[in-house]
Every structure is written in structure tokens, then in C-alpha cells.
């Protein structure tokens, strides 16, 4: 199979050389290029039954990477589980217009941090308005910034509970699939945006048309089920732009890359970019270092537990705990019979796996 690696490879000293790339940037590309290599060492298993030994690299973690997210995934997962109530959610997403891009891209660090807490801010207002729930909701937000052709297009998901805790202190339930006007949300939330660059100075560098244009944000009600949102926000904040099963070509002598996406009108599609281009869509996507991609308001906020504990007794927590994540044993690929077993943990890079 290839592999975002193979393309980094290939084409990352090239691009260095025509492009100014920071530290977090390089650092980040060289985890990929050296994920499950002897640079991270590994484990050493054994067979119980034959002895047989087996060496397993380890990965690099890094959230970028294309190989290391399942993990990382059921993990999240499994730590959310136990901050859901039993009720009914909705999936909000509210984006921002092509004017806001370039602002996004030279100063991402506090543009990103502005949407985020203005979308909360936004959401807040309404929600707190006896037209709607009338209460203090929870919000669990995830930043996005790629569409399926990796393009940039950053934009913030968010899973909303349908209701919150009113003012003296009891579950107010919004209506049935009806959480806030999207229309008004818009608005807020462009309002709010551009109050919040004005004060750092950065209106500016925003065309004017950004203000005038239609700021478009939906919701609608998870009739799946919490887990089928939370797994649906899960892929956005530990995955790749592209998985390494969507690369189809490299093309090492033109420095072509060929690509599938899923497009939601026309189904799968193929892409060639130059490689340059299709790096450069791809580390447009890497947030800055230390960056918190995961933020959670209203009672999902860690200083709101005393709600959060409120609103369990109320309504009592959703267990969704999943059968398929359970831990699987791993069966000797030799003499079919024993246990695949932890031997030893070998860090040295110079260490080399058994041919």
C-alpha cells in the first residue's frame, strides 16, 4: 500500500528547499517519515505455546499521522462516554467565508482560538433565550480545517445535548427537533467574529465582502445516537487529512501524486496535484504546536462539574460502551494455538527487526 510517508519520502527535501517550513512543521513530517521504524523502538512478543518471537515498532502518536489514530480514537472515545447524559443530541457545524482564509493561515493560533470561543459564545446566547431551551447547555467543540480534497476550509463541529440546566436548577428540554434558529446563530457568530479581530487588530487584513456575505451554519438532531456523532468528531481529531488507503500514484519522475476522495454529490472522485501542491494543501492542516484542537463549554467545561454531576442525577449517564473495542487477543500466526504475549520493550533505534 502507499503511504502519506512514501510522498514525504520523495518530495519532502524538495519542498524545504522552496518554502519557509517551521520547527513544529518539520518535526511533525519527520514523525510520520519515521512511524513504526526501529526510531521509536518497540515491543518484542512471544508465543506461550512455540516461543515464536515477533517485533512490534511503535507509533509515533503524532495526531497527523495517517497510521496512529485508531488507538487514539477508541481511547477518546471511551473517556467521552462517561461525560454523556441520557438524552437526545444535535450536531451544530458553523463555518466561515472564503474572505477569512488568508487571515486564518497567517495568524491561525488566535484566529482558530476566536472561532472556537465565539461559536460557544453564539450558541450560549441563544440557547439561554426562554425561545429556545431556556438553560446552560454543554458544548463539545472540534476545529476542522479540510475539506475531502483537502482544501482549506476551517470550520467548528459541535456536539450539543437537546437541553440544559434552567435557572433554578432542573433539565429544561428544547423542542423536539428544534434546538436554535441556524439563520440568527449565523449572524451571531459573524457579529461576534469580527468584534473579536477588530480588538486584536486584525480587521484589517479581512476583505469587507467577508461582512456583507452569508455566514452558513446547520443543525440537526443525532437520530443515530450520541456515539455515531461523537465517533463522526472522533475522526476529525485524531486523523489525517488523508488516509494512506486514498493514495493511488506517486509518480516519482513528474513529482505527481494521484488521490480519491469522496465528494457528497458525486461520490468518489480522483485528484493529480504536483507534489508540491498536494504538500502544500496538507501542511496547511497541521495545527500550531500545542494547539488544543478539543474544547468543551457550558457544563462539559472541567470547572462546571458540580452541573455536569446535577444533570447525571437528573437524567442519569448513557453507557455506550462498545463491544467491538474490547481488548482482542493476539493469536501465534505459526502454531495457531498460543497467545501472542509482552516480552520486552526495546527502545534502542539501532535495533532492528528480525527479517
Known amino acids: 500500500m502507499l503511504e502519506l510517508a ?3 519520502g520523495h518530495f519532502w527535501s524538495d519542498y524545504q528547499k522552496s518554502h519557509r517550513v517551521s520547527q513544529h512543521i518539520i518535526h511533525c513530517v519527520n ?24 517485533f512490534s515498532y511503535h507509533s509515533c502518536k503524532n495526531r497527523f499521522c495517517p497510521k496512529c489514530y485508531r488507538k487514539q480514537q477508541e481511547k477518546w472515545l471511551e473517556n467521552r462516554q462517561d461525560e454523556l447524559v441520557n438524552c437526545l443530541y444535535y450536531h451544530l457545524v458553523l463555518t466561515v467565508p472564503q474572505q477569512l482564509h488568508n487571515i486564518c493561515k497567517i495568524q491561525p493560533k488566535l484566529v482558530y482560538g476566536i472561532l472556537m470561543k465565539e461559536a460557544s459564545a ?4 441563544l440557547c439561554k433565550d426562554n425561545k429556545y431551551p431556556g438553560a446552560d447547555v454543554g458544548i463539545m467543540e472540534v476545529l476542522h ?11 467548528v ?20 427537533s428544534f ?9 451571531i457568530f459573524r457579529a461576534k467574529v469580527k468584534c473579536a479581530l477588530k480588538k486584536h487588530d486584525l480587521l484589517k487584513y479581512v476583505p469587507l465582502k467577508a461582512w456583507k456575505v452569508r455566514w452558513v451554519s446547520f443543525t440537526k438532531p443525532s437520530v443515530q445516537g450520541a456515539r455515531k456523532v461523537l465517533e463522526y468528531l472522533a475522526r476529525y481529531v485524531f486523523k489525517a487529512p488523508i488516509s494512506n488507503s486514498n493514495i493511488l500514484k506517486i509518480d516519482k519522475q513528474k513529482a505527481h501524486v494521484t488521490f480519491k476522495y469522496c465528494d457528497h454529490k458525486k461520490g468518489w472522485k480522483k485528484a493529480t ?4 501542491q498536494f504538500i502544500d494543501r496538507l501542511v496547511l492542516h497541521i495545527l500550531p504546536k500545542g494547539w488544543q484542537k478539543v474544547r468543551y463549554y457550558g457544563f462539559w467545561n472541567s470547572t462546571q462539574k458540580k452541573k455536569l454531576k446535577r444533570i447525571i442525577h437528573l437524567l442519569g449517564a448513557l453507557h455506550l460502551k ?4 474490547e481488548e482482542k487477543q493476539l493469536i501465534c500466526p505459526v502454531c495457531l494455538r498460543g497467545e501472542m504475549c509482552f516480552l520486552k520493550t526495546v527502545l534502542s533505534q539501532k535495533w532492528r527487526a528480525p527479517p
Open 179 to 187: 434546538l436554535i434558529p441556524v439563520k440568527a446563530l449565523s449572524d
Open 122 to 125: 453564539s450558541i450560549q446566547l
Open 145 to 155: 480545517t479540510w475539506t475531502r480534497s483537502l482544501k482549506f476550509h476551517p470550520h
Open 322 to 325: 462498545d463491544p467491538k473495542n
Open 157 to 176: 463541529h459541535c456536539l450539543i445535548p437537546a437541553g440544559g440546566l434552567g435557572k433554578d436548577a432542573n433539565w429544561r428540554q428544547s423542542r423536539e
Open 273 to 276: 496535484l504536483s507534489a508540491q
Open 31 to 54: 514523525d510520520i517519515l519515521c512511524c513504526q521504524t526501529s526510531y521509536f523502538g518497540g515491543d518484542l512478543m512471544h508465543c506461550d505455546k512455540c516461543g515464536y518471537e515477533h
Open 6 to 8: 512514501t510522498v514525504f
